[in-house]
């Protein structure tokens, strides 16, 4: 398996633009975590998916922010409208379940919003 | 809510030390532990997992123990080398989350 896959790495966009990042979680975890670093806050945990359905969001900035599951193999976190503040490398990972197993990490899509 | 701590922040060691990270947590209800090092401008890769109902596990040069009883948890690194320069990040699974500390930056000096 190639791992967990984001895309795209990088991203650049203008305040109030809408961003979409992506993820495809490792074939047959059930389990996807979207996270978001900072230097000033760490690794925050966003929103957690369980076999595609949202189990706890309440890390969830603020309603600008959403996040959808349509299928085990994909997954979108969407910013709506972007500011400043979002700048950040935000992180999708997977696991086989929440609970006793390892958790792999994509490469993170680094987001500048200017 | 849980609350994971690492320290130190940062550490600097020469090369060939053996040296331990520790990792500190505030609730004990926890499914497992694990261990990441991120390089800069990179992800996370995973290091160590230890599962609640074990107390060490062991890959090479690394160690990790867990105590839940005292809520804490070291990575221990024998015989470091510069290419174990980077952050360790420790992480707790519980119920519906995954929490990590702030991390530790380790510099190995030739």
């Known amino acids: 398996d190639a791992g967990v896959i984001q895309s795209p790495r990088h991203e650049v966009t203008e305040m109030g633009q809408e961003v979409t990042l992506r993820c495809k979680p490792i074939?047959?975890?059930?389990?996807l975590f979207w996270y978001r670093q900072t230097m000033m806050r760490g690794l925050e945990l966003l929103i957690y998916?369980?076999?595609?359905?949202?189990?706890?969001d309440s890390g969830m900035p603020e309603d600008r922010f959403s996040a959808k599951m349509p299928n085990a193999s994909f997954s979108t976190l969407k910013i709506q409208p972007s500011e400043p503040r979002d700048s950040a490398v935000y992180f999708c990972?997977?696991?086989?379940?929440?609970?006793?197993?390892?958790?792999?990490f994509g490469q993170g899509t680094r987001l500048t919003v200017v | 809510k849980q609350e994971v701590t690492q320290i130190p922040a940062a550490l600097s060691v020469p090369e060939g030390e053996n040296l331990v990270l520790n990792c500190s947590f505030t609730?004990?209800?926890?499914?497992?532990l694990q261990w990441f090092r991120q390089d800069p401008g990179k992800g996370l890769t995973s290091l160590l997992l230890?599962?609640?109902?074990?107390r060490e596990q062991t890959s090479g040069r690394l160690n990790a123990s867990l105590d839940k009883s005292s809520g804490r948890s070291t990575l221990y690194i024998a015989a470091s080398q510069p290419g174990d320069s980077a952050t360790y990040l420790c992480?707790?699974?519980?119920?519906?989350?995954?929490?990590f500390g702030a991390g530790t930056r380790l510099t190995v000096k030739p």
């Open positions: 990972a997977s696991s086989y379940t929440s609970r006793g197993t390892e958790a792999f």
């Open positions: 074939s047959g975890h059930n389990s």
């Open positions: 998916f369980n076999n595609n359905v949202p189990i706890d």
């Open positions: 609730d004990s209800a926890i499914y497992n």
């Open positions: 230890i599962q609640s109902s074990q």
């Open positions: 992480a707790l699974t519980a119920n519906n989350d995954m929490r």
